[in-house]
């Protein structure tokens, strides 16, 4: 057994690099294994094939290369594809003017490389939409699937510990950068004018237009809380999904998951704190700017919110590290009432950009309140980007607020019609909650 304990050096150099020396050393370690094995098998054991296996076990890295070969190898093609693809919008070629002159192509500093990267590697994985109106309202999944040596091929310095480290992971795992980011946004249709009149009849086209800022004209984005409701509740459930991009996208599958984020630090609920809590809260979570539409909501119904706080560099420039730390706090925080509801994001990054101020720009500077800590946050004027994780977290408050509303107004006397005319839910929704609560046996329903 002693000559047998090189089994593994000598199996994973032939891995590693399969010459003939190291595959002649192979057959002679296999063809002993083969006479011990018999040896062993004769006398009814199996403590051969057990001390070959704790030996492999000692390491997994190793072993995962032992049961697919060719994954190495896999891995090596798939980086070098990317870093190929990547040279191509990166470092153009250079062109010549009709009286041939050259123009050379401009030189790209690491901010904007890392910008072209993100767009253009980011994949569409699903898509929610809603009508209201003109406007279409929408929740666009997006995911990055990069490995860190590219950024190094391209002298992008990236914060250190960027990525958390899962026990499971392998090291080609470990050397990649992976999450899925949850866009909201709202198409806006638009008059026009054409640029292009031989192509078009008409001086003026309508065309739906991405809204830009958070903020416009000084008014927060804010939508119909039963239209935010009904997307959160579709990309919950795959059958919600209008657009098949993908049949197996779950934003309960943690593969979705942020994987610059160790975990959710808090969740804050307006309805659990007391009123001298809330106030603190709301000054942080609100700037100046937006005090009389939300007193205009105040007066409607009673408005309320939701924080979840995590730490990990969300923007491309926080992965540069100008957050000046390695893990900047990140508030994803809903805002809601009965009729109306918002989704937005703030910082502790003080050069986060771009940022919700006090000019008309409304991005020239950010919030500065001191909190009780001292510390303070910044708004984001982007249209809201949301983790997995906080996505998963505010879609299962909203689903428990609802599943509650129900089973309320059921122990009342209220029929299912009732029950889903009322809050305006699909009545498959109401009596699933019912059934979830043992108020509703699977025989009984409408459908």
């Given amino acids: 057994?002693?000559?047998?304990?090189?089994?593994?050096?000598?199996?994973?150099?032939?891995?590693?690099?399969?010459?003939?020396d190291n595959l002649d050393k192979l057959n002679d370690i296999a063809l002993l294994y083969t006479n011990e094995w018999i040896k062993s098998k004769a006398s009814g054991s199996n403590e051969i094939q057990e001390k070959i296996k704790n030996l492999l076990n000692e390491d997994t890295n190793k072993l995962d290369v032992l049961n697919n070969p060719l994954k190495k190898a896999d891995n090596f093609n798939k980086i070098s594809s990317i870093i190929e693809r990547s040279d191509r919008f990166l470092y153009p070629r250079r062109y010549k003017k009709k009286n041939g002159e050259d123009i050379q192509p401009i030189r790209l500093n690491s901010i904007q490389k890392?910008?072209?990267?993100?767009?253009?590697?980011?994949?569409?994985?699903?898509?929610?939409?809603?009508?209201?109106g003109n406007e279409i309202i929408q929740i666009v999944s997006k995911s990055i699937n990069l490995p860190k040596h590219l950024f190094d091929y391209h002298d992008i310095s990236l914060v250190p510990n960027?990525?958390?480290?899962?026990?499971?992971?392998?090291?080609?795992?470990?050397?990649?950068?992976?999450?899925?980011?949850?866009?909201?946004?709202?198409?806006?249709?638009?008059?026009?004018?054409?640029?292009?009149?031989?192509?078009?009849?008409?001086?003026?086209i309508s065309k739906h237009q991405n809204r830009r800022w958070y903020f416009k004209d000084r008014i927060p984005w804010f939508v119909k809380k039963k239209i935010m409701i009904r997307l959160l509740k579709n990309i919950a459930r795959e059958e919600g999904n209008p657009e098949k991009i993908t049949n197996n996208f779950n934003i309960y599958d943690h593969a979705n998951d942020d994987t610059r984020i160790k975990n959710v630090i808090n969740v804050i609920r307006?309805?659990?704190?007391?009123?001298?809590?809330?106030?603190?809260?709301?000054?942080?979570?609100?700037?100046?700017?937006?005090?009389?539409?939300?007193?205009?909501?105040?007066?409607?119904?009673?408005?309320?919110?939701?924080?979840?706080?995590?730490?990990?560099?969300?923007t491309n420039r926080q992965m540069l590290g100008s957050a000046g730390k390695s893990k900047p706090m990140w508030r994803d925080v809903v805002i809601y009432n009965d009729g109306a509801m918002t989704i937005r994001s703030?910082?502790?990054?003080?050069?986060?950009?771009?940022?919700?101020?006090?000019?008309?720009?409304?991005?020239?500077?950010?919030?500065?309140?001191?909190?009780?800590?001292?510390?303070y946050w910044v708004m984001s004027n982007d249209m809201p980007q949301i983790?997995?994780?906080?996505?998963?977290?505010?879609?299962?408050?909203?689903?428990?607020?609802?599943?509650?509303?129900?089973?309320?107004?059921?122990?009342?006397?209220?029929?299912?019609?009732?029950?889903?005319?009322?809050?305006?839910?699909?009545?498959?929704?109401?009596?699933n909650y019912l059934k979830n609560a043992d108020l509703m046996n699977d025989g009984e329903g409408l459908l």
């Fill in 387 to 431: 983790s997995n994780q906080s996505l998963r977290e505010i879609v299962e408050i909203f689903i428990e607020e609802e599943k509650q509303k129900v089973i309320e107004m059921h122990s009342d006397g209220e029929d299912i019609v009732e029950i889903a005319s009322r809050l305006d839910i699909d009545i498959i929704d109401v009596e």
């Fill in 162 to 204: 960027l990525v958390k480290q899962k026990p499971k992971y392998t090291k080609e795992d470990e050397d990649w950068i992976k999450f899925t980011t949850h866009n909201f946004n709202s198409l806006i249709e638009s008059e026009i004018p054409v640029k292009d009149k031989a192509r078009f009849k008409d001086p003026i």
């Fill in 1 to 20: 057994m002693k000559n047998l304990e090189s089994f593994k050096d000598i199996l994973f150099n032939f891995l590693d690099q399969p010459s003939q």
């Fill in 346 to 375: 703030l910082t502790d990054d003080s050069n986060h950009i771009p940022a919700v101020g006090s000019t008309n720009e409304l991005r020239d500077m950010g919030i500065i309140k001191p909190s009780l800590n001292s510390s």
């Fill in 114 to 132: 890392m910008n072209r990267i993100m767009h253009r590697f980011s994949k569409i994985d699903n898509r929610e939409m809603q009508k209201d």
């Fill in 270 to 314: 307006s309805d659990s704190l007391t009123v001298k809590a809330q106030n603190k809260y709301w000054s942080e979570i609100t700037h100046d700017i937006e005090n009389d539409y939300l007193r205009d909501l105040r007066k409607q119904s009673y408005l309320k919110f939701i924080i979840v706080e995590s730490a990990y560099c969300k």
